[in-house]
């Protein structure tokens, strides 16, 4: 059965590159529009380029973290008035990282290791308008 490819312009960021690779097999079978990039850094490059609708970064990368990011998404989302939809995934759970819980920073978490299937739910659940 083939899924509807869902009406996102998602940035996939994660430092590990078989973490990305596995991503670039899959999501741009569910998402219109998909962009990588290995760091928070680099993402907001591409985000800059054209600001996507969701953003899924990893929480620890280097040059720039997925907490780094998300605040100047946030700032970038208050200069042109939208709101971007931001997950991040990490090994640490939201009671370890006061960060995760900040008000507004993120919209959803996910443990890591990221499973497919959970993203998928809720990159669905974004789409119809739920979350």
């Given at each position: 059965m083939q899924r509807r490819r869902l009406p996102i312009d998602l940035i996939f960021?994660?430092?590990?590159?078989?973490?990305?690779m596995t991503?670039?097999?899959l999501l741009p079978r569910r998402v219109e529009s998909y962009r990588a990039a290995a760091n928070g850094a680099e993402a907001l490059s591409v985000f800059?380029?054209?600001?996507?609708?969701?953003i899924v970064t990893d929480l620890r990368m280097p040059e720039m973290d997925g907490i780094a990011l998300a605040r100047e998404v946030r700032?970038?989302?208050r200069e042109r008035g939208k709101r971007t939809f931001i997950i991040v995934t990490s090994a640490y759970r939201k009671e370890d990282i006061?960060?995760?819980s900040e008000a507004g920073l993120f919209d959803a978490v996910i443990e890591?290791?990221?499973v497919p299937p959970r993203l998928f739910e809720?990159?669905?659940r974004y789409s119809e308008g739920k979350i």
């Open positions: 960021v994660d430092d590990e590159e078989s973490v990305r991503m670039e097999l800059e380029e054209r600001p996507g609708d969701v700032r970038k989302d006061p960060e995760l890591k290791p990221l809720i990159l669905e």
